[in-house]
């Protein structure tokens, strides 16, 4: 697989595991607008993963309309290259709310950049998908401050959140492999600058909502390398697929 | 069968309703990018809403039947995010329909959909202005659910994007 397929599979798998880790809060939310909320985020992160999925599909000469089903209903755990934050279970509402704030962050960020891509469809996908996720930025953004600034228990949570999520967050920006060749063609931002913009954004944020930065140093983790909560993700999302392989839907 | 000509295509495309605002067409939405005419060969760009919309789907197999019945020998009905749909492109007799229903249209953005979000949000029902944003989100990815404190009713607004 070259540069750009790997890059591409990145973003996608980032974008599904993520989405369905939002759909498991369907009918569980604390309250009827959050259970709304996050199953239009989590369709929304799926069909990003569509977008992304669809222009891997035409750069691997596979039909964008077969091949990301079989990527995401039939590869295994393994073979995945989501970042080890958006598998990770959906723990408490503070932890949710975090990981989806740093996450939204980050994407403000790089899909800023990849809207200025060389390469005229990702330029595209990330102009479209950046559009909506104003929406979910604005959402968390404003409850991390709720929470942050909100009870002594909310506060508590949040700051366990981030003790416990922060670690992670360094992979989000971590160059992925043979990422060079693309920033010197101007087809994807450089990641440590991406990191540098990501931390301004989110480091004062954090702290106006009263929480404390871990004092941890972030994670050096590989895309291939997985906690064992994606395997039990993945077995459960390909269940329905895989009991009748060849069914049509 | 006699070739159709380009209007009788818009025309029949403009009775292809979206499925989750029944009373406007896709033609109307903004939704109909491109349509090209080749001989028996149609061509059909759509532009989805929003990326996940359930609905694209349906509506692109709802297009391409509805050219098969209409005798097109070939129907390329084919999606493209480029250029990216706007709610900009929603035309004012869509947004009056809209408005029939209890949906508050979008506001204009001009590109800036935060400005536009600040922007009083009338009642579909009674046009008052003494409304508030209960939810970003709502039953389908386009809407976000207000209450009128007027005329003591929710509704929805379709999402200026």
């Known amino acids: ?249 | 069968m006699a070739d159709l000509n380009i209007q009788e295509i818009w025309q029949l495309l403009d009775d292809i309703k979206d499925p989750e605002i029944p009373v406007v067409s896709i033609v109307e939405m903004g939704m109909v990018r491109d349509v090209r005419v080749d001989g028996q060969k149609v061509t059909v760009s759509l532009s989805p809403t929003f990326a996940g919309c359930p609905a694209l789907r349906v509506i692109q197999e709802e297009v391409t039947r509805s050219l098969l019945e209409a005798g097109v020998g070939d129907a390329d009905v084919r999606i493209t995010i480029s250029p990216s749909w706007s709610s900009e492109a929603i035309t004012p007799q869509a947004r009056n329909k809209m408005k029939k229903i209890g949906l508050a249209p979008p506001p204009h953005h001009q590109g800036s959909i935060a400005l536009a979000l600040m922007e009083p949000v009338s009642c579909p029902y009674c046009n008052s202005t003494n409304t508030s944003l209960k939810n970003d989100f709502g039953s389908s990815l386009c809407r976000a659910i207000y209450f009128c404190y007027n005329c003591q009713q929710p509704f929805e607004q379709f999402k200026p994007l």
């Open chain 1, 1 to 249: 697989m070259d540069a750009i397929q790997d890059y591409l599979l990145g973003l996608a798998d980032d974008e599904l595991i993520l989405g369905h880790r939002d759909s498991e809060w369907c009918g569980r939310a604390p309250i009827l607008e959050e259970d709304i909320a996050f199953a239009n985020i989590a369709l929304d992160e799926i069909g990003h993963a569509d977008l992304w999925y669809g222009l891997l599909a035409e750069l691997s000469g596979e039909d964008p309309d077969t091949y990301p089903d079989r990527l995401v209903y039939f590869r295994e755990p393994m073979d995945y290259h989501n970042i080890q934050m958006v598998e990770l279970p959906i723990g408490d509402w503070a932890f949710t709310i975090l990981r989806q704030y740093l996450f939204d962050a980050c994407e403000q960020v790089r899909l800023e950049a990849l809207a200025h891509s060389q390469y005229t469809p990702l330029a595209n996908i990330a102009s479209k998908i950046v559009k909506e996720e104003f929406y979910h930025y604005r959402h968390t953004s404003v409850w991390v401050q709720r929470l942050g600034l909100g009870s002594s228990e909310s506060h508590l949570r949040m700051q366990n959140a981030l003790d416990d999520i922060w670690p992670y967050t360094a992979q989000m920006t971590q160059p992925m492999a043979g990422e060079d060749s693309l920033v010197q063609a101007g087809i994807v931002p450089d990641s440590s600058q991406l990191q540098s913009i990501w931390q301004a954004k989110v480091i004062p944020f954090l702290q106006e909502c009263s929480l404390a930065l871990p004092d941890l140093p972030g994670m050096a983790l590989q895309r291939e390398e997985h906690t064992p909560y994606l395997r039990v993700l993945i077995e459960e999302m390909q269940s329905v697929a895989r009991s009748e392989a060849n069914a049509v839907w």
